[in-house]
């Protein structure tokens, strides 16, 4: 049993407290919502960052921004016993992440990121991935609890690591997803059926994740959002930003940034992000349908 710390309880955070708590461990939680804190069963509730600083050797982050996970950072670090560990799940910068490890280390103290892939459906099923950066001692900490909130843990080196290594992965996911949904819509323009379009992709070899899986739910709009827009749209400037800082060109990281940038000022922030179909269709006129596979 570890005495672990959890702040930020949205859709991943949450169901990463329970699971904690489902294993036996000691759980302390807080989040700007008590309901939130409240409504995890068996984990003690407090009302400060502080509070949960004093009572875990590792204290686990999910938080929505680089500027949340600072403050709480700096919060964290006056409370937290020595050798104490902060271990952030959220998404964030990489630069940013290195500075608040260097000011943590300078304190007695230990940070290590483990931004994630999988999200809430994930966080409840322990089928999420870690992409760990960090140093080899706090690590071996981390990894025991890691290892059973999900399927696979990388540590890809020191902090910073596994940050840009979300990043590098979330650019994949969200150009997979918009470049299919261009395609489709140049498609169903010339007047293809996109049932049609979308077996001849998958039958030709161009497919994606998001043509062999998700355009499957193309045509249910509105759901709970579990990642929606404005948090994609996040991630999506923090990958403009890694590239400007490394000097990579990488206009379609820029491009992309742009389509959810364009998502906001139509109002689509809190929407689940399967919702980028609104800003295709929107975007190009067209409506995208998919009528259901023929089955034996």
């Known amino acids: 049993m570890v005495r672990v710390g959890m702040i930020g309880l949205g859709n991943i955070g949450g169901a990463v407290a329970a699971n904690l708590v489902a294993d036996g461990h000691e759980v302390t939680v807080t989040d700007l919502d008590p309901a939130r804190a409240a409504a995890i069963e068996g984990a003690s509730a407090v009302d400060s960052v502080a509070g949960v600083a004093e009572k875990a050797e590792i204290t686990i982050t999910s938080l929505p921004s680089p500027d949340a996970l600072a403050a709480v950072a700096g919060e964290w670090a006056t409370a937290a016993p020595d050798d104490a560990i902060l271990l952030d799940i959220s998404t964030t910068s990489p630069e940013r992440n290195r500075a608040i490890a260097e000011e943590i280390a300078r304190q007695g103290r230990h940070f290590v990121e483990a931004p994630l892939t999988g999200g809430a459906p994930g966080a409840a099923q322990r089928t999420l991935v870690f992409m760990v950066g960090g140093e080899p001692e706090p690590v071996a900490r981390c990894l025991p609890i890691l290892e059973t909130l999900g399927r696979a843990t990388f540590h890809l080196g020191p902090v910073g690591t596994g940050s840009t290594m979300k990043l590098v992965n979330s650019l994949l996911a969200f150009t997979c ?119 034996d």
């Open 177 to 295: 997803s918009w470049v299919s949904l261009e395609g489709l819509s140049l498609a169903a323009n010339a007047g293809l059926d996109l049932r049609d379009v979308v077996d001849v992709i998958r039958t030709g070899g161009a497919s994606n994740f998001f043509i062999d899986r998700a355009v499957e739910g193309i045509n249910e709009r509105g759901r709970p959002p579990q990642f929606s827009l404005a948090l994609a749209a996040k991630d999506a400037e923090l990958i403009d930003e890694l590239a400007g800082e490394s000097g990579i060109p990488a206009p379609v990281a820029g491009a992309i940034a742009e389509v959810f940038r364009d998502a906001i000022e139509r109002g689509l922030g809190e929407h689940d992000w399967s919702d980028l179909v609104l800003i295709a269709e929107a975007r190009g006129g067209v409506e995208l349908r998919l009528r259901p596979p023929v089955t």
